[in-house]
T-cell receptor, first 115, second 113 residues
Framework: GAGVSQSPRYKVAKRGQDVALRCDPI?????LFWYQQALGQGPEFLTY????????KSGLPSDRFFAERPEGSVSTLKIQRTQQEDSAVYLC?????????????FGEGSRLTVL | EDKVVQSPLSLVVHEGDTVTLNCSYE??????LLWYKQEKKAPTFLFML????IEKKSGRLSSILDKKELFSILNITATQTGDSAIYLC?????????????FGKGTKLSVKP
């Protein structure tokens, strides 16, 4: 696609529900990242994929968070038993090369609100 | 612990003013410093800086990196209302999750007509 596409754009969940957020990166991009951006904060790293391999998941805040990219393209971030503190915008980003701490292309984010 | 600190956190100026946004960083195995502009949507890439003292320019925006003092500035001249946004600074490192960028909290710039 022309850009990184994320869905849903907005999600409201009741506390305790499971949610799944989807990211469709730019075609051919090797690297894919998930970031969490709370209100008034900069994006914080969650996890990184190179093709289908999850090379770093050190930023996932708890074992309720799980991400996958089974075929090396589309990725899903799943949050189980959502809590209010999970409310944030979840940004997906991709880059062409094995990431070189360089330019990332971001999607518009999925805004999660947990009631 | 690695960190990126931006200042000011918010700034209000009038059209035509020149602004300077600041970013200091402490990043292990530092490789690059990036600036992004975030409106009510996806952050969009502005600059990537890897070498000290070399100014990068794009129209009315310019940026420079000082690797000795561990900071970068982003300048915007002749500001326009369309420059209103949050400007994010991020530090990138070698090794580990190589594309992992550590972001500052951003500077919210408001340009008044």
């Amino acid at each position: 696609g022309a850009g990184v596409s994320q869905s849903p754009r907005y999600k409201v969940a009741k506390r305790g529900q499971d949610v799944a957020l989807r990211c469709d990166p730019i075609s051919g991009h090797v690297s894919l990242f998930w970031y969490q951006q709370a209100l008034g904060q900069g994006p914080e790293f969650l996890t990184y994929f190179q093709n289908e391999a999850q090379l770093d998941k050190s930023g996932l805040p708890s074992d309720r968070f799980f991400a996958e990219r089974p075929e090396g393209s589309v990725s899903t971030l799943k949050i189980q038993r959502t809590q209010q503190e999970d409310s944030a915008v979840y940004l997906c980003a991709s880059s062409f090369r094995e990431a070189e701490a360089g330019e990332l292309f971001f999607g518009e984010g999925s805004r999660l609100t947990v009631l | 612990e690695d960190k990126v600190v931006q200042s000011p956190l918010s700034l209000v100026v009038h059209e035509g003013d020149t602004v300077t946004l600041n970013c200091s960083y402490e990043v292990t195995n530092f490789r690059s410093l990036l600036w992004y502009k975030q409106e009510k949507k996806a952050p969009t890439f502005l600059f990537m800086l890897t070498s000290s003292g070399i100014e990068k320019k794009s129209g009315r925006l310019s940026s420079i990196l000082d690797k000795k003092e561990l900071f970068s500035i982003l300048n915007i001249t002749a500001t326009q209302t369309g420059d209103s946004a949050i400007y994010l600074c991020a530090g990138g490192s070698y090794g580990g999750s190589q594309g992992n960028l550590i972001f500052g909290k951003g500077t919210k710039l408001s340009v008044k007509p």
